[in-house]
C-alpha cells in the first residue's frame, strides 16, 4: 500500500505543483518559513509506525518512573534551576532516524527533548498537503486515534489549561528573529495567544504582565514557554525585568525543567533495539579509538548547535566539562524515499502531549526531516544536500 502511495504521489508531483503549494503556506501570513519545507511526505509503512509506537512507549515508561526526579536531578544541578516545577513533563519531541539493521528497517532513538515543537505548523502542514494531494484523506499524521479536532483540543488543553487566551502567552527570545516563527503565527491563530519576547514582559512583585495591542497591561497567568537557556546565556544584550529563577506567580505549559532534566540526558539510560549506545563524557574510562563512529554532543543544545560530527581526539579533551557532553555512535540511515533524484533520508520526530491531569503522555503526530547527507537537521538547510521539512503519514 505505501508502495503504491509514493508511486501516486511521485506521478501527481510537479514542479509547478510544489511551487503553488509553497505559496498557499507562504499566504497564510504573507510570510514564507525560513527553512525549506520538503516536496513531499514520508510515507510510513505500518511495520515502521507499530516500532515508532513501541519505541516511543518505551521512552515514556522511563519518563514515568517515579524516581525519574532523582535521576535527572544532576541535570538541573548542572544548569538553570526554574523554581515551582510541575509533576511532569506537558510535552516531548522524540527523534528517530530511520535505519538500516541487518537487512530491516528500524526506527533509532537520536534524541528525546522535554519541550515544544512545531505542534501548530505540523496542523496546518496537513491541511496544505490535503489540499494539493486529496488522495492524502485516506491517512493521518495523527496517532493514538487522533483526528485534526482531537489534536487541536489537546493541544489547546495543554497550552491553555482553562486560562482566557488573553492570559496565556507564547514566550520566546525575539519570536520575530526566530527560525520556527511560522509555528507561532499558526499558534497566534489556532489558539489565540499573543506571542511575547522576554524583554516585553513587565514584573510587579511576582506577578508577570504584558500589553496587548491596545496598550492596556494584561496578567500573564500561563506561558507557553519557547525560551531556550543556552540561547538566552548568550544574549547578554537582553534587559529583562524578571528572571526564570526566581519564584513568580505564574503556570508554565513547558515548564523550563524538563527541557534540562530530559534533553539528552536520558540517552545514556535507553537500552534495546531502538536505541543507541550513548554516553557521558565524565563517565568514560578512554576515548574510543574508532572515533569515527561516534558523534560529540553537547547535552542541553537545540536544532543541532554545538554537534561535531566527524569527531577527533582533539575535540574530546578540548571538552571542560565532560558531564555537559555525549559521545553517540553513528547510525546508518536508510535512504527510503525514493523521489524524482535519486533516494532520501528520514528522522522523523513523534509529538508527545501530556496534560497534567493524564496517567501518561499521548502520542498525537508528528514531523519529518529529510536529507541526502550524512546529517539531518533544521541547522543544515542550508547545505546542498538539505531536502527539508515535512510530515509523515500513516494509513487509517
Avoid at 516511543?56 to 538553570?80: G, H, M
Avoid at 519557547?226 to 547578554?236: G, N, S, Y
Wanted: charged share 30%; net charge negative.
Amino acid at each position: 500500500m505505501i508502495v503504491s502511495r509514493r508511486a501516486q504521489f511521485n506521478t501527481e508531483f510537479s514542479i509547478e505543483k510544489y511551487q503553488a503549494f509553497l505559496e498557499d503556506l507562504a499566504a497564510d501570513f504573507n510570510y514564507s518559513p525560513t527553512f525549506r519545507v520538503a516536496e513531499t511526505p514520508f510515507f510510513i509503512p505500518d511495520e515502521v509506525k507499530k516500532q515508532l509506537e513501541e519505541a516511543c512507549e518505551e521512552v515514556c515508561a522511563f519518563v514515568r518512573k517515579q524516581d525519574f526526579k532523582a535521576i535527572t536531578q544532576r541535570a538541573i544541578d548542572l544548569n538553570t534551576a526554574v523554581p515551582n516545577e510541575d509533576a511532569h513533563t506537558q510535552f516531548m519531541a522524540i527523534d528517530f532516524g530511520i535505519c538500516e539493521v541487518n537487512g530491516r528497517i528500524m526506527p533509532k532513538l537520536i534524541e528525546v527533548q522535554g519541550f515544544p515543537s512545531i505542534f501548530n505548523f505540523q496542523f496546518n502542514l496537513f491541511r496544505k498537503i490535503l489540499k494539493y494531494y486529496p488522495f492524502t484523506s485516506e491517512m493521518t499524521p495523527y496517532l493514538s486515534g487522533m483526528d485534526e479536532e482531537a489534536y487541536l483540543t489537546k493541544l489547546k488543553e495543554v497550552v491553555l489549561n482553562d486560562n482566557d487566551t488573553s492570559e496565556v502567552v507564547l514566550l520566546e527570545i525575539e519570536p520575530e528573529k526566530q527560525n520556527t516563527k511560522i509555528d507561532f503565527y499558526y499558534c497566534h491563530r489556532d489558539l489565540g495567544i499573543p506571542i511575547i519576547c522576554v524583554t516585553e514582559v513587565i514584573k510587579e512583585g511576582a506577578q508577570l504582565f504584558y500589553r496587548n495591542e491596545a496598550g492596556e497591561k494584561v496578567r500573564i497567568k500561563r506561558i507557553y514557554n519557547r525560551v531556550i537557556f543556552d540561547e538566552l546565556d548568550l544574549r547578554k544584550d537582553l534587559k529583562l525585568q524578571f528572571s526564570f529563577e526566581e519564584k513568580l506567580d505564574v503556570e508554565w505549559a513547558g515548564h523550563p525543567n524538563w527541557y534540562t532534566r530530559i534533553s539528552k540526558f536520558i540517552l545514556p539510560y535507553m537500552q534495546g533495539q531502538y536505541f543507541i549506545e550513548t554516553k557521558l563524557l565524565s563517565e568514560m574510562e578512554e576515548i574510543p579509538e574508532d572515533l569515527e563512529n561516534y558523534v560529540l554532543k553537547p547535552l542541553f543544545s537545540f536544532s543541532g548547535s554545538g554537534v561535531i560530527f566527524n569527531v577527533t581526539k582533539a575535540d574530546v579533551k578540548a571538552v571542560k566539562d565532560k558531564d555537559l557532553y555525549i559521545l553517540q555512535k553513528k547510525v546508518a540511515y536508510a535512504p527510503v524515499i525514493q523521489s524524482p533524484e535519486g533516494k532520501v533520508k528520514v528522522e522523523v520526530r513523534i509529538l508527545a502531549l501530556w496534560p497534567e491531569k493524564d496517567e501518561k503522555p499521548t502520542l498525537v503526530g508528528n514531523l519529518v526531516r529529510l536529507s541526502r547527507g550524512e546529517m539531518i537537521g533544521v541547522k543544515f538547510n542550508k547545505d546542498k544536500d538539505w531536502v527539508g521539512g515535512s510530515i509523515g503519514l500513516f494509513e487509517k
